[in-house]
């Protein structure tokens, strides 16, 4: 069961966070993507990186390939970065973002991930908050040397992963109003998702019981069970 979640925080005026995922019967397959707020017209940053990526892994299938998370794939992807700013005229502070690309094969229950920049994960039971060095992102964008950049933060894979939940750092923005009780919990976005909407009618209850986050939030949860 795939449900997927993106929302605009309540301190930003357009949302910075983009994301892919596609579904087949063999895997699931996508990216996460969060514009810095610093950064100018991020969400034209994280869009790039999930248009890319979506382009990468809808060629591979209509070409009859099977896509995969490689350095080669990450190389020319960077590549293909380079040369819109190149052509655009682009300063790196307007390609300030963070990328989460994935990719989860239903058989062998592996989670293969290149995590460049924060974010949170839940893998099965266990949740990781991704930091860099001295809680600063490291964006792959400023890197001397790309090459170097991926060597310094290598592809992870996981092994019998039954259910993930992929997100930017959002979800760690929520907050709960001082002015309403509430036993509610952002625990509830972190459970397997029952159905397609599960995250979707989460977030609404959360709103409801006066939650609200002041970053944007994009989520990818899934779990092989349903």
Not at 145 to 150: A, D, I, K, T
Not at 191 to 217: A, C
Request: hydrophobic share 35%.
């Amino acid at each position: 069961m795939l449900s997927t979640l993106r929302k605009i925080g309540e301190d930003h005026t357009t949302c910075e966070d983009s994301m892919f995922v596609h579904e087949t019967d063999g895997y699931v397959m996508g990216v996460v993507a969060d514009g810095c707020s610093s950064g100018v017209n991020s969400e034209f940053a994280s869009g790039l990186i999930c248009k890319l990526i979506k382009h990468y892994i809808m060629g591979s299938i209509n070409r009859g390939l099977i896509p995969e998370v490689t350095f080669d794939v990450l190389i020319k992807t960077n590549r293909y970065v380079k040369l819109t700013m190149m052509n655009l005229g682009m300063d790196s502070i307007e390609m300030l973002t963070t990328m989460l690309f994935f990719k989860y094969d239903k058989s062998t229950k592996d989670l293969t991930i290149q995590v460049l920049g924060d974010g949170v994960l839940k893998l099965n039971d266990t949740l990781e908050i991704l930091n860099q060095s001295d809680n600063k992102v490291d964006y792959f964008i400023e890197a001397d040397s790309f090459r170097e950049h991926l060597n310094k933060y290598p592809i992870r894979i996981y092994k019998g992963i039954e259910s993930f939940i992929i997100s930017t750092d959002g979800p760690l923005s929520y907050k709960k109003s001082e002015l309403y009780e509430s036993n509610m919990t952002t625990d509830i976005l972190f459970s397997k998702p029952t159905n397609t909407t599960y995250l979707q009618r989460m977030h609404n209850i959360l709103s409801r019981n006066h939650w609200y986050h002041t970053d944007d939030v994009t989520m990818i949860s899934y779990d092989s069970s349903k």
